[in-house]
């Protein structure tokens, strides 16, 4: 359970975090780094692609700074997995009304 989310942390089951991480359904991924800061390609989820998630929830930072090119998005689709890319806050909150419901997995940027 995401418990708070701020501008460069997050409190997840009572731990904080202070950097990009990803939320799998065993484990958290506490240093996420991508190959460019502010964009999401594929190789930077190749821990969880193999996962075979139905969604993956992606935070964008505080103002949305980060993006998914498309073409990240488009193989997302051909996998038949749903993407939801949101400012962090707002992903956040998706997250915790979706973690019980579906296999998910949430990737977050914490600042910007």
């Keep these: 359970m995401i418990e708070s989310y701020n501008f460069g942390e997050i409190i997840i089951d009572g731990t904080r975090y202070t950097n990009d991480l990803i939320i799998f359904t065993d ?27 139905e969604i993956i929830i992606i935070g964008t930072g505080d103002s949305g700074l980060v993006k998914i090119p498309s073409e990240t998005k488009k193989y997302l ?20 009304k979706l973690k019980n419901t579906q296999k998910i997995i949430a990737a977050f940027h914490l600042t910007c």
């Design 77 to 96: 689709e051909s996998q038949g997995i749903k993407l939801i890319a949101q400012p962090t806050k707002k992903a956040c909150q998706n997250y915790n």
């Design 27 to 53: 484990r958290i991924l506490d240093n996420w780094w991508r190959k460019e800061g502010h964009k999401v390609h594929l190789e930077d989820l190749k821990d969880v692609l193999p996962q075979k998630p």
